[in-house]
């Protein structure tokens, strides 16, 4: 028996290490969603209450389990529709390596942590659906086709808002060169 037909068969060993395996994934999105530490800790409870009460209608033979789960946690998000804190995440922290800055001289980390810091507050101007496109496409690396599954959205509905958001984005970081 694989471990996802003995968590789906309510083996707890089974689902705990499910939850370890991909806890940080489902903070980092949520967290990137909302923009609230506090926030993105409640989603993650809440989709993992979730995974456990509908774990028999995952099906592993139509579609990724990581897509399941980014389903669950952008539709959680949405519940809480609500913004309160621009999603600033320190270069330091461990749960999210968005920059991957190992190795660079400080200057040139400066630089990007306040290029991220302003992009991130740019990405605060846009609602939940054209956020959270961005953060599974840029965040995540899910491609169009992953993102439009997690979603449940159309690839054509994706790429538009991939497309819509990044225009938004570049009016909010370099206003007038658009």
């Not at 949520?30 to 028999?56: C, H, K, M, P």
């Not at 209608?57 to 949405?78: A, E, F, M």
């Not at 599974?136 to 808002?161: H, M």
Request: glycine share 6%; net charge neutral.
């Amino acid at each position: 028996m694989t471990g996802t037909e003995k968590w789906q068969s309510g083996d707890m060993a089974a689902f705990e290490a499910l939850f370890r395996d991909y806890e940080k994934l489902v903070f980092k999105t949520a967290y990137l969603i909302t923009g609230n530490r506090d926030r993105a800790q409640d989603v993650l409870q809440e989709v993992f209450i979730s995974v456990w009460n509908s774990r028999r209608s995952y099906d592993p033979n139509k579609g990724k389990l990581t897509t399941w789960l980014h389903r669950i946690t952008v539709n959680q998000c949405s519940k809480g529709n609500t913004r309160t804190d621009p999603a600033i995440v320190p270069l330091e922290n461990k749960e999210i390596d968005a920059l991957g800055t190992g190795g660079s001289r400080p200057d040139d980390i400066l630089v990007s942590k306040l290029e991220y810091e302003k992009l991130l507050r740019a990405m605060d101007t846009l609602d939940t659906k054209h956020r959270s496109v961005l953060v599974l496409r840029y965040f995540n690396d899910l491609s169009y086709q992953e993102i439009a599954e997690s979603l449940g959205i159309p690839l054509g509905t994706v790429k538009s808002r991939i497309n819509h958001s990044l225009r938004c984005l570049k009016e909010q970081v370099t206003p007038g060169e658009v």
